[in-house]
């Protein structure tokens, strides 16, 4: 055992009973590591911050994951942070998969045609409903849904180009979708 996994083993036993301090060494011990391999699994900066953060959240929230009997810290952590890339990467990309298959969808057109007169018709008072709803968000809320939902926009995508933790696009994400879900669904809203 080299003298860095000794050091590992204790800062990690010292991080099990709760010190702050073994944390914040391992960080610094791992993060540019860490932060290396999440980028070259994810090709995204914003997506490469976001997996080490999930990975060092998940250390300092369940330390016992680690068993010294299996082998090195350093192999341990590293590992969390290639499968949570792996998985980060496989969900943009049914998240993008599932966007082109919305877009791309071609009109059926053996419909009736007065059903369509209909579905449009319908469609219209939605669409007038949906924009109303949209101008009581607030501007930040409402700028991340019209990146996502009519730029067609991954949360990393935006997250990149406003400039902000991936974590915050989320969060007004979820907010928006749910107080316009509200409004929507209140009777004369």
Known sequence: MTDGEREDLELHRRLAAGDRGAF????????????????RVT???????????DAFLALW????????????FRTFFLSLVHHRA???V???????????RASNLEPVYD?????????????????KEV???????????????????FGGRTQAQIAEELGIPLG???????????????ELEEPNG
């Not at 929230?61 to 090195?72: H, I, K, M, Q, V």
């Not at 419909?111 to 669409?127: F, I, K, M, S, Y």
């Open 24 to 39: 914040d060494e391992l960080y610094r011990r791992y993060a540019p590591a860490a932060y290396g391999l999440a980028f």
């Open 43 to 53: 090709a995204q900066r914003v997506l490469a911050q976001d997996v080490v953060h």
């Open 61 to 72: 929230r369940a330390p016992e994951a680690y068993d010294p009997a299996r082998g090195p």
């Open 86 to 88: 792996v998985d980060i």
């Open 90 to 100: 496989r969900r943009e990309e049914r998240l993008r998969a599932r966007t082109e």
């Open 111 to 127: 419909e009736d045609v007065a059903e369509e007169v209909v579905e449009e018709a319908d469609l219209v008072g939605h669409r």
């Open 131 to 149: 924009r109303e709803a949209l101008a009581t968000l607030p501007p930040e809320q409402r700028q991340v849904l019209e990146l996502a939902y």
């Open 168 to 182: 915050t696009v989320k969060t007004r994400t979820f907010a928006a979708m749910r107080k316009l879900r509200r």
